[in-house]
């Protein structure tokens, strides 16, 4: 089964078309590069893969459930971290782990389990009692991670998730990622580092609204005769009304 | 005399050292960039250099005036692009510009010059609110904005951060042509692959600077073997490659992955443990060390 599947999914404002018929579809287990310029209409199709938003027309199922009349399944069976909403600075490492778990529902033992494997994985023993303000901007964001999978989703969207750590915590956040995948997550993933790019299994490339290019990092490379995925970038990403 | 000059420049707040004995200098005219993640100090230095911030310890002159007793004299011949978008949302393009020309006694014709190619960018949307801007446009306005009064320095923290690689570059090629027009640009950057732009470069990690050299030099504190390393399952590969007796750290980087080894490390003793592991394709070749591969060795030096 796909992780993910649209078919000319559109969202309109006005007379604005922010997302134009987009159509792709996501393997389980795969980590999806989802890429375009600053106004290229990511945001607008992220919202509505989650369930956030009403498609002006189009189709799309997201872990197999329908994005306009599922939309509370689809919330249960993916996770969501962006670099700027993640977690509650004034709980501590342990209470922000409760409290996610319980909103999505899990038993109290189910908690306690998920909360030691995360500590333990993490090496987050000697700071669980600390306000997550407090940590090293890094270990926050692998916190964010191991929240966003707490419910074991089927499928997580990664909203620019290494935005300004420094490199070698973006590479262990990458290798979060990685394991992740390994273990059947699918991964949806934005990120302004075109060396990330690399890292995914396959790539799109928004512009105005539209998917104009979608292939392995390889492929990509190949048919626009560059050596890296930002020659890809500079290439395709310019569109017209991000200039 | 240099543009800008750090003497053992410390900050602190409560128990958190922000800055510790930072020094470095700038020299006229050039183009020079620090470089590090967020948390690293760099906003708390810039806001010293601007006038903005006491230091704890040491002593900083911008324009050979120094920060903490010459503020006025500074804060009139600087230029200052905060990391927080802090124009006038609900002034137009141009009210923005017109409202930072008066503050500073001047006018938009005045410096025209300095701002034409970026601003005749602008120019289309002079009567859209700032806070209707795309992300691209708001930061070429912002920087408009801090080149109105003709600064002798220019300070932008943070510039590129969150745009995408396309509009990283072109606000890159505005600075080279600023530069040429004389001026001293000091600008800080998350992203290691800007630091190749700059004439030099400081490494900041923790409050403490690391390094300072040009792009090239900078990279000779890279002292082992590095290898660029392929095989089929790049997840399996750097697993096995952490463990091997000759790594000393390896990382994933782009289509392929770095692997720092043990001095005097050869190739094929690479190729021998990957393919007694059952790597299928591998490719090991030697490379040199890159901005990013520098910086994460001095990081975990």
Not at chain 2, 16 to 29: E, I, W
Request: glycine letters at 8%; charged letters at 20%.
């Amino acid at each position: 089964m796909k992780a993910i599947i649209t078919n000319k999914l559109t969202k309109k404002f006005g007379d604005f078309t922010a997302t134009n018929e987009i159509t792709f579809s996501v393997d389980e287990g795969e980590i999806f590069g989802f890429l375009g310029a600053n106004g290229a209409g990511k945001t607008t199709a992220i919202r509505m893969l989650c369930g956030l938003l009403k498609p002006s027309s189009g189709e799309a199922t997201v872990a197999g459930f329908d994005v306009y009349r599922q939309t509370e399944k689809i919330k249960q069976n993916i996770g969501y971290m962006s670099q700027r909403f993640s977690l509650y600075h004034d709980l501590t490492v342990r209470e922000n782990i409760r409290f996610y778990g319980g909103i999505y529902g899990l038993r109290l033992s189910d908690i306690k389990r998920k909360t030691d494997e995360i500590l333990n994985t993490l090496a987050l023993q000697t700071v669980a009692d600390s306000l997550t303000i407090s940590l090293p901007l890094g270990w926050k964001q692998r916190l964010a991670f191991a929240v966003a999978l707490i419910h074991d989703p089927k499928v997580v969207f990664l909203d620019e998730p290494t935005g300004g750590v420094d490199p070698i915590t973006r590479r262990q956040f990458w290798d979060m990622i990685y394991e992740a995948a390994h273990n059947g997550t699918t991964i949806f993933v934005t990120t302004h580092y075109m060396d990330e790019a690399e890292y995914c299994n396959r790539v799109s490339i928004m512009v105005d609204g539209r998917i104009n290019a979608l292939d392995t990092p390889a492929g990509l490379k190949r048919t626009y005769n560059v050596d890296s995925m930002d020659g890809v970038f500079q290439i395709l990403a310019r569109g017209t009304s991000t200039k | 005399m240099n543009a800008i000059t750090i003497e053992t420049v410390s900050k602190s707040f409560g128990s958190v050292n922000a800055l510790q004995r930072v020094s470095f200098s700038v020299k006229p005219g050039e183009l020079f960039g620090l470089i590090g993640p967020d948390g690293a100090g760099k906003t708390t230095l810039f806001k010293i250099l601007v006038t903005l911030l006491l230091p704890d310890a040491g002593r900083a002159t911008v324009s050979g005036r120094d920060v903490v007793t010459d503020f006025r004299y500074l804060r009139q011949t600087i230029g200052y692009m905060p990391g927080r978008f802090s124009l006038y949302p609900d002034l137009t393009v141009r009210e923005n510009l017109d409202f930072f020309a008066t503050v500073f006694g001047t006018t938009i014709e005045a410096n025209y010059d300095l701002i034409r190619d970026i601003y005749e960018q602008l120019a289309l949307f002079g009567g859209r609110r700032a806070g209707k801007l795309s992300g691209g446009m708001k930061q070429k306005l912002a920087l408009c904005c801090c080149l109105i009064h003709k600064p002798d320095v220019l300070f932008l923290d943070e510039p590129t951060t969150g745009v995408d690689a396309v509009s990283r570059k072109e606000f890159w090629e505005m600075l080279k042509n600023l530069q040429k027009q004389g001026l001293t640009i000091l600008v800080s950057t998350p992203y290691m692959d800007e630091a190749g732009l700059c004439d030099r470069v400081a490494f900041i990690q923790a409050g403490k600077i690391m390094a300072v050299d040009t792009p090239t030099g900078i990279t000779t504190r890279f002292e082992k073997p590095l290898f660029s390393v392929r095989a089929t399952s790049t997840y399996r590969l750097i697993q096995d490659l952490r463990q091997a007796p000759f790594a000393d750290a390896c990382y994933a980087f782009g289509e392929s992955v770095h692997l720092t080894a043990r001095p005097g490390t050869g190739v094929l003793p690479v190729v021998d443990y990957l393919h007694s592991r059952n790597h299928e394709d591998v490719v090991v070749q030697p490379i040199m060390p890159g901005i990013e591969d520098t910086f994460m060795e001095l990081m975990t030096k």
